[in-house]
């Protein structure tokens, strides 16, 4: 069974920083691209980052420069440091995995930010 636990998330003020992990199980991971999206309350899922099996990552153009994605592959585990914090990027943060192997999508349950005073 595949599992997708994020953790790291927390309240911040604006101007701070955090860093959030997923760590994966029940899949092989080197086969597997990683993502970390976002949901705000009323707002549809955003992609926030990803990192594909090589380590070639994308951003979305809100946290280019702040936010970085990055993997460990002997953990099983990927990470997003988060710099520079604005209250918009309060969010559910989701981890997603890609299975290549098989096509299928894997979601975490999600770890809440918060970025206010």
């Known amino acids: 069974q595949v599992q997708l636990v994020e953790s790291g998330g927390g309240l911040v003020q604006p101007g701070g920083s955090l860093r959030l992990s997923c760590t994966a199980s029940?899949?092989?991971?080197?086969?597997?691209?990683m993502g970390w999206y976002r949901q705000a309350p009323g707002k549809q899922r955003e992609l926030v980052a990803t990192i594909d099996r090589g380590g070639s990552t994308t951003y979305a153009s809100s946290v280019k420069g702040r936010f970085t994605i990055s993997r460990d592959n002997a953990k099983n585990m990927v990470y997003l440091q988060m710099s520079s914090l604005k209250p918009e990027d309060a969010a559910v943060y989701l981890c997603?995995?890609?299975?290549?192997?098989?096509?299928?999508?894997?979601w975490g349950q999600g770890t809440q930010v918060t970025v206010s005073l």
């Open positions: 029940g899949i092989l991971f080197s086969f597997t691209a």
């Open positions: 997603n995995a890609k299975y290549t192997l098989t096509a299928s999508d894997y």
